[in-house]
């Protein structure tokens, strides 16, 4: 008898082995926002107990991250809505340009991301114009900060190929390089406040560079999810004036071949306890709002977050 049920409890443990649901969200540089907000909706999906592990993965980025959902690597994944939008429609950029990605969902918009131009106070920077020539960190391969970069430079009449040297690292290796005076300047495009800017603003002084607002009125115009957005003076030591820039915005994502279910448990334990959700980050406490996290998403959303949505009551 001791021996059955010994094994009656075995299947009942394999039984809920099996009902467990593994989920893994791809970030980006455990330096930027990414990474932590990953981490913390993960935590809160598995302390929910909805039959649903996940864990998060450091990765290059929204690009990185879109390609690892396709490929089936990732369930979900951190993107910006700009790369989002270019990956589902498969133009824009070489990365997608006649390569659309139609499996990807939306699930939520979160905070702003902000287009950091950090350059050394000994560059000589003082305009984006300025970086002709100079050694410049545009960000990592498969990121959005290298089609940002790009994107910027194309507004003042420049490429890649003007400057002294196109560095394409992580923003952990660019901070470094920063610091070592083996570049001179660094484009980011991450969350207000960035713990891997700090940083660097305490060990190296720095100017934040800005984007003109005719040049932000004509990016805008030719690029519609970016937006004016100034970097308050005092965010990061050294940069004591406001700063104006562009900003897009970070989304959360899904793999289409998520069930409506999963997704729902999901949405329910990430967002379900607004007060826990925004204590991950001082960008989601900032700026997250569920009546905005449905609106203008630049791709379908998916038909678990449509549910979760509805019955709070942000979409009829």
């Known amino acids: 008898m001791r021996i059955r049920n010994?094994?009656?409890?075995?299947?009942?443990?394999?039984?809920?082995?099996?009902?467990?649901?593994?989920?893994?969200?791809?970030?980006?540089?455990?330096?930027?926002?990414?990474?932590?907000v990953a981490t913390g909706m993960a935590k809160l999906v598995n302390d929910a107990g909805v039959g649903i592990r996940a864990n998060a993965r450091s990765t290059g980025g929204s690009i990185a991250n879109i390609n690892a959902i396709a490929a089936g690597e990732f369930e979900m994944a951190l993107a910006q809505n700009d790369i989002a939008y270019y990956a589902f429609q498969g133009c824009c950029i070489t990365a997608f340009d006649g390569k659309p990605v139609k499996g990807i969902r939306a699930l939520a918009a979160l905070y702003p991301e902000v287009v950091h131009i950090v350059a050394r106070a000994d560059a000589g920077i003082r305009t984006?114009?300025?970086?002709?020539?100079?050694?410049v960190v545009v960000g990592d391969v498969g990121s959005g900060t290298e089609q940002n970069a790009r994107q910027i430079l194309e507004a003042y009449g420049l490429r890649f190929e003007d400057l002294g040297q196109a560095i394409r690292v992580s923003a952990t290796q660019g901070i470094q390089l920063m610091q070592d005076k083996r570049a001179d300047a660094l484009f980011y495009t991450v969350g207000l406040g960035a713990s891997a800017i700090q940083q660097l603003a305490l060990t190296t002084p720095i100017t934040l560079v800005a984007v003109d607002l005719g040049k932000i009125q004509a990016i805008a115009k030719k690029y519609p999810f970016y937006v004016g957005f100034n970097i308050p003076g005092g965010t990061y030591k050294g940069a004591e004036?406001?700063?104006?820039?562009?900003?897009?915005?970070?989304?959360?994502?899904?793999?289409?071949?998520?069930?409506?279910?999963?997704?729902?448990?999901?949405?329910?334990?990430?967002?379900?306890?607004?007060?826990?959700?925004?204590?991950?980050?001082?960008?989601?406490?900032?700026?997250?709002?569920?009546?905005?996290?449905?609106?203008?998403?630049?791709?379908?959303?998916?038909?678990?977050?449509?549910?979760?949505?509805?019955?709070i009551g942000v979409l009829k």
């Open 128 to 135: 984006v114009a300025d970086l002709k020539g100079k050694r």
């Open 6 to 36: 010994a094994l009656l409890v075995g299947f009942a443990f394999l039984g809920l082995g099996l009902a467990q649901e593994f989920i893994t969200i791809g970030s980006g540089a455990t330096t930027g926002v990414y990474f932590p």
């Open 241 to 311: 004036v406001t700063t104006p820039t562009v900003a897009v915005q970070a989304m959360l994502i899904a793999s289409e071949k998520l069930s409506a279910d999963t997704v729902y448990k999901f949405m329910k334990a990430v967002f379900g306890n607004q007060e826990a959700f925004k204590k991950i980050h001082p960008n989601l406490e900032r700026f997250f709002s569920l009546q905005k996290a449905a609106k203008g998403l630049p791709i379908p959303l998916h038909p678990g977050a449509e549910r979760f949505y509805k019955e």
